[in-house]
């Protein structure tokens, strides 16, 4: 790593609180993160998450649910709403409590995400008194239009663990930046020099 990588990693320490550093340096190692962007490089300015639909998140799953356990996975999509205020309407909707309702990672809330949540119809832990159907799950979602409005896009399958977070393979992102710095034409050269730089 050369010594303007390790600039870079010492600002960005900078950076982070105290207490937040310290709790990452027991997982992370900064020296040892790939360098992202070379110092002669500009970004292309610009402005990120203008609207919702400016920038779009979808979670890529870990793992499929393997039709056992009393944990079923769902998919939802949402617009503008974090990932906790998904997981407070689930918990009211089946009259549940959130320790009982499970995702992979946190979103952004600017954005349309689409994420998967597991919820625990373990007797006593919902309004259900037994294991409900799919068009049950889904219709008990997407019946309540308050806001954060959910969409069900799937009904994914029971699983015999919660989903917990870490649990995914990633994001992908669809994004559109707005008021540029620069010409489209001159953007695009800027974008295709800092992807080969990664």
Known sequence: MNSSSINNCEKQQ???PAETLRFVKNFVHFESLPRVRHDSLVGIGGKLKEKNEFFVVEEIPLW?????????VVRIRRNGATTKAVQEKLA??????????GYAGLKDK????TQNFSINFQTGLTKFSCLPSDQEIKSTIES????????????CGFNSKKLKTGQLKGNTFKLLVTNLDNSVTESVKLVKLIVADI
């Open 144 to 155: 309540d239009q308050s806001e954060p409005v959910l969409e069900c896009v799937e009904v």
């Open 64 to 72: 499929a649910p393997d039709g056992k356990g009393s944990n079923c």
């Open 92 to 101: 009211r909707l089946f009259r549940s409590k959130t320790i009982h309702i």
């Open 110 to 113: 600017i954005g349309i995400c």
């Open 14 to 16: 900078d950076e982070i």
